[in-house]
Structure formats: structure tokens, C-alpha cells
């Protein structure tokens, strides 16, 4: 059984072009592929437009191959909520430049710490990120990007480097309470939660 | 665990004597009766990072109780604790903490390490991954498992109340802190190297793909 082709690929062919690089399917999802330099608008494309509305992103993550000729790829897994629909976006970045992709931050604020786990993970960096540091690894982290194929598993450093790199770090001045803290993010809270928020159900917060 | 109970006094071997004239009287040495103390009235701290924790939740709980052995309060505050139990895995990253939680116990302390994650890193050989919380920490006592049941870690615990018995007071060394030196490390670079060496199977994977 082939399962059926998404339905975005034809509008998002005949609104691209040849930006639309290829598509395939693959366990009965749908995949797409578009070009580094239009990955934005084709993403902002499927979000905004009616009848796409690919209003969640699930997960933003990366695929190094081990085949040092083939491009580290980007994916973007969409889902429209209303439509109940999924789609795959892969954008191709070519491992003999600089990998770099412009930053979904705007179009989903999600996108936020999937593309920060990325960067950390892959060293992609996303283009208009705005607070793109490591996630995972600890800022002073110095040995690379560990889900690179040409990553040894153990690192790079000896273990007793390691160790001695671990000890010197100090938690405190990477990763604040405050950092954490929905304080700071109370005006940007829906109506109904800051009324809860401010009456104390979750401790005091102003 | 009285100090007249015969097995408990054949432990403190002829030293500790009851007063043939009133039962009031019992003299012993200073040693026997500090450990007899000490060893019976443990308070842990427990870190529980992964898998291991569940089991060690389980030691805790009402089955396997060990308030039964005078651990019946969990402190979960270093500074009144004495003894450290590592249950589970311990990523770089938060080696700093669990070194500053043994740095603020007060002597006399003790750990152990429960698990084979705490003890080796398991199957973890990887970049992530304390080879061992001995590389961080003084150890005395490793409970081996994946996840050690609950009988282990108790009987861990024994081997540790063991050991405290023969300790003694007068010996300074015990209860001298190994704090991190000038190296950034507690112990010698090489020997942080030798206990992270892989065995077993983990030998066979690829130091470096580059
Ligand atoms: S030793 Fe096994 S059970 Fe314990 S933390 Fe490691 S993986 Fe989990």
C-alpha cells in the first residue's frame, strides 16, 4: 500500500518552485525538502496560509549522516491542529560551509529551545535566534557538538580533563532561578492564568 | 542493640565488661561506644539521579524499611547527614553539584555509591557520563546492580555499619576532608584516568571515528 502524498506539496510546489528541492515519502509520512535560503518563507508559507495552517511546530531536531558527503539535514516536524494534519520539512545544509539556517523563533515560539538543543547538539546556528546558547551541555562546554558523526562517543578530552572541567564549573552562573522563573513571563500569560496566578494557586508571585 | 546484648559485646571483644556488682555499670572503650552510636544512627543523603532512586525509594519505604538500621530519617539537607548515597547515574554536568553536596556534609561522613552507574558509569562509556563518582568523591561502599534490589543496597549498608565498627576515633586520617585540589581534581589526573578506563564489552567501541 503507497500511502497518499500530502496535500501541501502541490500548493507549496506551485507557490516555490524550485525552491521545493524534493519530496518523498517514508513510512506513510510525507517529506519535504526545501532550500536553505527560502526554508523561512516556505515555513511561514505553510503556517500562515488558509487552508495549510500549520499552527504547531512538534519538534525541531537534526540528522548527521555518516557519509561525510552528505549534507546535515534540519527537520521540521509541523502538525495543524485544526486539520490534524502532519507534514516533514527537511532543509539540506551542506557540511563544507557554515551551517547556518535562519531561526523559526518568530513563526513559532517553541521553536526556541528545539532550535538551542540543535545548536548544542549539531552546532547549527539559526539565523535571528534570539538567545541562542547551549541547552544541554554546559555553557563552557568546550569539546564540540556531540551528535556530530565525526564526535568520538567518548569526547574528545581525557576523562581526568573532563572531570577536572566538570569540577571547575559552577552551575550558579550559567542557570539562574530566575531564569526559570514565569515572573518575568507574567504579562505574557493568557488572561485566565494570570487571574489564578495573581490569587496565589501556585504560591505568591506578585 | 543494647550494650549488654551478647553479640554486640563480643564484638567489643573483652574490653566491655558489666559491673558484676550492679547491672547499672558497664565499662567499654571510647571506640566501641562512638561506632556503636554512629553506625546505628546513620542519616543519609539521598541523590537520587536515575533508575537506581526507584529502588532505593523501595529500601526506604515500609517492605524493606531501613529505619530498621537507624536510617529512619532521610535527610535530604547535607549539612545533617553522614552518610551519601548516590543512586544512579552522574552526568558531567552536574558533577560540581554532588561534589559541593559531600563538601557540605560535616565529618564524620561516608558514601556509597549504589548502582553500577554510580560505581563505573555502566554501559554509559560516553561523553556524558562520570566514569564513577570515585573520580569526584571518596567512596566506601559500591553496591553493584543494575538496579541493585533493595536486599543489596542493605546489605551494602551493613558492610558500611561493619566498617564503622572498626574505625577509631584517634585516627585523624578517617575523618580528614579530601577536598579538590590545585589539579582541579581530588585525586591525580592519571589515577581519574585509570578508574574511567573501559572494560568489559566497552572496550570494543571506537575511542574516535575522526
Ligand atoms: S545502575 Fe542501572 S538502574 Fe541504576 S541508574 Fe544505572 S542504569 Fe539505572
Redesign the pocket.
Same mark, same amino acid.
Given at each position: 500500500m503507497t500511502a497518499p502524498v500530502s496535500p501541501s506539496v502541490a500548493p507549496l510546489r506551485a507557490e516555490f518552485g524550485a525552491a521545493v528541492e524534493r519530496h518523498l515519502i517514508s513510512c506513510g509520512d510525507t517529506i519535504i525538502y526545501v532550500s536553505r535560503e527560502r526554508s523561512h518563507d516556505a515555513l511561514a508559507w505553510l503556517k500562515d496560509t488558509p487552508g495549510q495552517e500549520f499552527d504547531y511546530l512538534t519538534d525541531v531536531t537534526a540528522v548527521d549522516y555518516r557519509d561525510p558527503e552528505r549534507p546535515l539535514e534540519v527537520v521540521y516536524q509541523l502538525r495543524s491542529l485544526a486539520r490534524r494534519a502532519d507534514l516533514r520539512v527537511k532543509v539540506a545544509l551542506d557540511k563544507r560551509r557554515p551551517l547556518e539556517v535562519r531561526s523559526v523563533w518568530d513563526l513559532w515560539k517553541g521553536a526556541d529551545w528545539l532550535e538551542r538543543e540543535v545548536y548544542d547538539m549539531f552546532g547549527v546556528t539559526f539565523a535571528g535566534h534570539p538567545d541562542l546558547r547551549r541547552i544541554l551541555m554546559w555553557d563552557t562546554y568546550a569539546e564540540g557538538f556531540p551528535l556530530r558523526k565525526d564526535f568520538p562517543l567518548r569526547g574528545h578530552f581525557s576523562r581526568a580533563e573532563q572531570t577536572r572541567q566538570a569540577l571547575a564549573a559552577n552551575p550558579e552562573a550559567h542557570y539562574s532561578l530566575e531564569e526559570l522563573s514565569i515572573a518575568d513571563a507574567f504579562a505574557e500569560l493568557p488572561k485566565d492564568m494570570q487571574e489564578r496566578l495573581a490569587r496565589g494557586e501556585r504560591g505568591f508571585l506578585r | 542493640m543494647g550494650l549488654i546484648n551478647p553479640a554486640a559485646a563480643s564484638e567489643a571483644g573483652e574490653r566491655t565488661v558489666v559491673s558484676e556488682a550492679s547491672p547499672n555499670f558497664v565499662t567499654t572503650t571510647l571506640d566501641f561506644l562512638t561506632n556503636w552510636a554512629r553506625s546505628n544512627s546513620l542519616w543519609p543523603m539521598p541523590f537520587g539521579t !536515575? /533508575? /537506581?532512586a526507584i529502588e532505593y525509594m523501595a529500601t526506604a519505604a515500609s517492605r524493606f524499611d531501613i529505619a530498621r538500621f537507624g536510617m529512619e530519617r532521610q535527610s535530604f539537607s547535607p549539612r545533617q547527614a553522614d552518610v551519601f548515597i548516590c543512586a544512579?547515574?552522574v552526568p558531567f554536568k552536574l558533577a560540581p553539584v554532588l561534589r559541593r553536596i559531600w563538601d557540605q556534609m560535616p565529618q564524620p561522613k561516608w558514601c556509597i555509591s549504589m548502582? !553500577? /552507574?554510580a560505581s563505573t558509569g555502566?554501559v554509559f562509556d560516553n561523553y556524558t557520563i562520570v566514569q564513577g563518582i570515585d573520580t569526584l568523591m571518596p567512596v566506601d561502599v559500591y553496591v553493584p546492580g /543494575?538496579?541493585p534490589r533493595p536486599e543489596g543496597l542493605i546489605y551494602g549498608i551493613t558492610l558500611l555499619q561493619k566498617k564503622i565498627r572498626g574505625e577509631s576515633i584517634v585516627d585523624e586520617q578517617l575523618r580528614q576532608e579530601q577536598l579538590v585540589g590545585p589539579s582541579g581534581l581530588f585525586l591525580p589526573p592519571e589515577r581519574v584516568d585509570e578508574l574511567s578506563e573501559p572494560f568489559g564489552n566497552s572496550v570494543h567501541q571506537t575511542r574516535s571515528s575522526s
Open positions: - | !536515575a /533508575c /537506581c544512579g547515574r548502582g !553500577a /552507574c555502566n /543494575c538496579p
